[in-house]
Nanobody, 115 residues
Framework: QAHLMESGGGLVQPGGSLRLSCAASGMIFSIYDMGWYRQAPGKQREFVAAITRGGSTNYADSVKGRFTISRDNVKSTLYLRMNSLKPEDTAIYSC?????????WGQGTQVTVSS
């Protein structure tokens, strides 16, 4: 059974940086399309970034130029490098793994951007 575990969240000042990781197990990581989503308090979950199994990337307009998604298929790990963080980036960040009709989610990691 697929298992996704996020880490790397925390409290950071505006303008700061964080790198999130999503470690995958129980799945053939390299064949999955992967993504990051976030949910702020009182808001619906929203798309942040995605990377296909072939390495193509896609970003929400709100994070373009600040966030970078990447993957390491040897380590079965997904990353999200977040630079120039803003208070509006505060949310629980979750990773997602998609393969055909299957979709798996991690529990999420809290990111708080505040001075």
């Amino acid at each position: 059974q697929a298992h996704l575990m996020e880490s790397g969240g925390g409290l950071v000042q505006p303008g700061g940086s964080l790198r999130l990781s999503c470690a995958a197990s129980g799945m053939i990581f390299s064949i999955y399309d992967m993504g990051w989503y976030r949910q702020a308090p009182g808001k619906q979950r929203e798309f942040v970034a995605a990377i296909t199994r072939g390495g193509s990337t896609n970003y929400a307009d709100s994070v373009k130029g600040r966030f970078t998604i990447s993957r390491d298929n040897v380590k079965s790990t997904l990353y999200l490098r977040m630079n120039s963080l803003k208070p509006e980036d505060t949310a629980i960040y979750s990773c997602n793994a998609d393969y055909i009709s299957r979709s798996d989610w991690g529990q999420g990691t809290q990111v708080t951007v505040s001075s």
